[in-house]
């Protein structure tokens, strides 16, 4: 129970990562403000919580939402009375897609869910955090930080290495008030956002690589669990990650090491 008496945030946290976290800090003690944009879906999370001792509260927000992110965050003060830790995981893939063919509308898509939600995410955090400091972790990717041939996936890319860099800046910045930023960056993980990426004309923009979709060095054919994720997260939010802030962990097995 590492985390008892703490408040966590999680974004994304209807499926995959997120719900695994949310789930790993409550069962650590944490109370959770599980937050998606799909209600439903995050408040069955949030009853999984319950049902099994914990304590959660739904929110309903669009991470990209400024009136909503602000919202959901001074709900979850309210209903707990502070923030101790943030996971800003909720991201999307987006379009896949050659340059030239890419939307300036799904781009702005990509940029905006997966960077401005970062942002908004940690600004209305941060006045919380400040209290008596705390842990913020970012769910970037291996894509943009150490691949690069994932075809057509130049947005999210992008917005992927501008999490590390966020999270570097901010490291520095917050340190006096002893926040600790760190970013995990997940290879390929058994999750269902893959089924949510829109690819287009993609064989455009590939380069051979000489595993592109091979085999995971550590792990073979299989993928690594949103669990294994969570436990990263859990140490990184925790006391005994005390002394680590600025620094991308990746998770995957060895996978982006490979190309």
Not at 57 to 76: G, N, R
Not at 146 to 166: E, H, L, P
Not at 178 to 203: L, M, S
Request: glycine letters at 10%.
């Amino acid at each position: 129970m590492e985390l008892q008496g703490k408040v966590a945030l999680v974004t994304g946290a209807g499926s995959g990562i997120g719900k695994a976290a949310a789930l790993r800090f409550a069962r650590e003690g944490a109370m959770v403000g599980v937050l998606s944009h799909t209600e439903d879906e995050i408040r069955k999370v949030a009853q999984e919580i319950e049902q099994a001792g914990g304590k959660a509260i739904p929110l309903v927000a669009d991470v990209a939402s400024e009136a909503e992110m602000q919202k959901a965050v001074a709900d979850l003060v309210q209903a707990y009375g502070r923030l101790d830790i943030v996971f800003a995981n909720a991201g999307i893939n987006g379009v896949w897609a050659p340059i030239d063919e890419l939307q300036p509308a799904e781009w702005d898509r990509t940029i905006n869910t997966n960077l401005r939600g970062t942002y908004l995410t940690i600004h209305y955090a941060v006045p919380h955090l400040k209290t008596a400091g705390g842990s913020i972790v970012i769910t970037a990717s291996i894509n943009g930080t150490r691949t690069f041939t994932s075809a057509g996936a130049t947005a999210y890319s992008a917005t992927k290495a501008a999490q590390v860099a966020m999270a570097q800046m901010l490291a520095v910045e917050l340190a006096k008030h002893k926040i600790r930023v760190n970013v995990v960056c997940p290879g390929r993980i058994g999750t269902q956002i893959a089924e949510n990426t829109d690819k287009r004309n993609t064989e455009e923009a590939e380069v051979p690589a000489e595993y592109p979709a091979g085999p995971i060095p550590l792990t073979g054919e299989e993928p690594g669990t949103s669990e294994e994720v969570a436990d990263l997260v859990l140490f990184l939010a925790s006391d005994r990650a005390r002394h680590i802030t600025g620094t991308p962990v990746w998770i995957d097995g060895a996978q982006s090491l490979l190309v």
